[in-house]
C-alpha cells in the first residue's frame, strides 16, 4: 500500500485513527477523489489479465 497516494494506513485495532482517516476522507473531496483515481490507475496498471493469468498459471504449476 503506498501510504497517502492509494489510501490511508492506521494502525490495527486503533478506531480512533481509523475514525480520523474516515472524517479527513469525509470532509475532503479533492484528496477522497484523488486517492480513489491513483488507487483505480494503479490497479489496472498492475493486475492485468495477462499478469493475473500468469499468476494463476504460476500458482497452480507450483502446487502440481
Do not use: C, W
Not at 19 to 38: E, I, T, Y
Not at 40 to 47: C, N, P
Amino acid at each position: 500500500m503506498l501510504e497517502g497516494q492509494i489510501g490511508i494506513l492506521v494502525d490495527s485495532g486503533n478506531v480512533d485513527a481509523l475514525a480520523a482517516a474516515m472524517l479527513d476522507l469525509s470532509n475532503d473531496p479533492v484528496k477522497r477523489r484523488q486517492l480513489g483515481h491513483q488507487a483505480k490507475d494503479r490497479v489496472s496498471a498492475t493486475f492485468t489479465s495477462k499478469t493475473v493469468t500468469d499468476a494463476g498459471i504460476q500458482f497452480y504449476k507450483s502446487v502440481l
